[in-house]
Structures are given as C-alpha cells and as structure tokens.
C-alpha cells in the first residue's frame, strides 16, 4: 500500500498560495487536496475552479479535489476541465451516486466517495468495485481546524475488513483533525492517504511535515 500525506490547502495562506506549494512539492509530497465548498451541503464556502485552474498551472502534483458540494454532477466536467487528477463527491450529496461515479470516470479522472462521519461504510459496499479510494471524514465537513471524531477509528477498522472481504485493493483517506496525535491511530487502523490541513499549515510548514513523515516512515517500509 501506498502511503501519501496530503495537504489541504484550506488552510494555507492564500496571500501566499503558489509559494505555500511549491514547499509541499520541495518536500517532495505528491498529492494536493483541494476542499471545494458550496455553502449548501457544507454551511461555508471554500473556493472553486478559478483556483484550481490557476494553481494547475505551476503545479505537477496529484490534484486531489474533495467536493462538498451537493449534486456535484453537474460539476464534473468542469472539475475534470480545469485539472483534477481526482474527484471524490460525498454519498450524502448525490441523487444518483453510481451514475455520478460513471460521469467521474467518464471524465477520464480518478472517482472516489467520502461519507460524513454518521453515514455507515455498508452504504456503499455495492460500488467498492468502481471507485479508486474511500474517504472516510473524521470531522464533520465544512471547516478546517476541527477536533477528530474518536469512532472513527473503528469505522477505519470496519472499512479495511469490508474491502478484505470484498477483495478490494482501494486506499482509504482521512480527513480532519489529523495531527502527531492522531495519525498513529489512523495508520493503525488502516487509512494510508491522510489529509492534514491545519497541522501542516500552521506554524513551519517544513517542521510539521517532517514530524508527520516520521511517523508515517515506520508505515511506508513496511508496505
Ligand atoms: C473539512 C475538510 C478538510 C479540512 C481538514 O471539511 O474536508 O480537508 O481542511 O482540516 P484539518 O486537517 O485542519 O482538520
Ligand atoms: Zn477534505
């Protein structure tokens, strides 16, 4: 299993955005996570594809785009269109979500699906099969800078068995609340792409990665 720490730049310093991700890939970090908010599924808003488009532009990492947005259907194309790498679109928001996992996919991108921390992983055992990654929020979406939800280490656990028994080979994410405290508990139970927003932002970011790293090594050799 692959491990990646993806950095969500809700926090980052949008003053300072393009230098913020040029540190991320100078550390040599893959993934990006890019949180786009609508104000209905989610109370706030975050951003949308302007800055995508734009940040696309002098970055080569791995566009990982979190819609929490509802009936992201219908912005699949532009996601797609503006240079996500990945689309992952909550269970909860979709009135139809394997049909919307077939338009991701038809858009010639990677299709993943998060669930809040209420929703059960049994909600989309049947789709296991066509999405590339399970997010699993350790938060309730919509804001940055939120204390982990303790369950979901076992919801980790439950996940990990269920893709085991349908012989899934797919990476679990989790996102909110990640820092040195959490993260054992995650990659312990099984997540191997970790979002971090706050934690990697705040302060150095060079120095907070680093820590994160440390952590995640023993991990990564291991795989
Ligand atoms: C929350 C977002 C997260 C958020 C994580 O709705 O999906 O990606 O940025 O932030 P931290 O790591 O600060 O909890
Ligand atoms: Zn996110």
């Known amino acids: 299993m692959e491990y990646q720490l993806c950095p969500s730049i809700l926090s980052a310093d949008f003053n300072r955005l393009g230098e913020q991700i040029q540190t991320l890939e100078g550390q040599g970090l893959k993934w990006l996570h ?7 599924f989610v109370p706030s808003i975050s951003f949308g594809m302007p800055l995508i488009r734009s940040i696309r532009r002098e970055s080569k990492m791995f566009f990982d785009v979190h819609l929490m947005v509802t009936e992201p259907e219908r912005y699949i194309q532009d996601f797609a269109a503006c240079g996500a790498d990945s689309i992952t679109v909550h269970a909860e928001a979709c009135e139809d979500l394997e049909r919307t996992v077939e338009r991701i996919r038809d858009a010639g991108v990677k299709a993943a699906i998060a669930l809040k921390p209420a929703t059960s992983v049994m909600e989309v ?3 296991l099969h066509d999405i590339d990654m399970l997010l699993l929020m350790t938060v309730h979406p919509g804001f940055g800078g939120q204390k982990y939800i303790e369950d979901s280490t076992d919801k980790i656990i439950q996940a990990r068995q269920m893709l085991k028994e349908e012989g899934v080979e797919i990476p679990i994410q989790v996102d909110g609340g990640i ?10 139970a099984g997540a191997s792409r970790i979002v971090a927003g706050s934690y990697v932002f705040g302060g150095d970011m060079i120095e907070n990665i680093k820590k994160i790293q440390e952590i995640m ?7």
Request: without cysteine.
């Open 217 to 223: 090594d023993p991990y990564v050799d291991r795989a």
């Open 179 to 188: 820092n040195e405290q959490t993260l054992p508990l995650v990659l312990e």
């Open 34 to 40: 890019i949180d786009v908010m609508d104000g209905d």
């Open 125 to 127: 055992n049947y789709l």
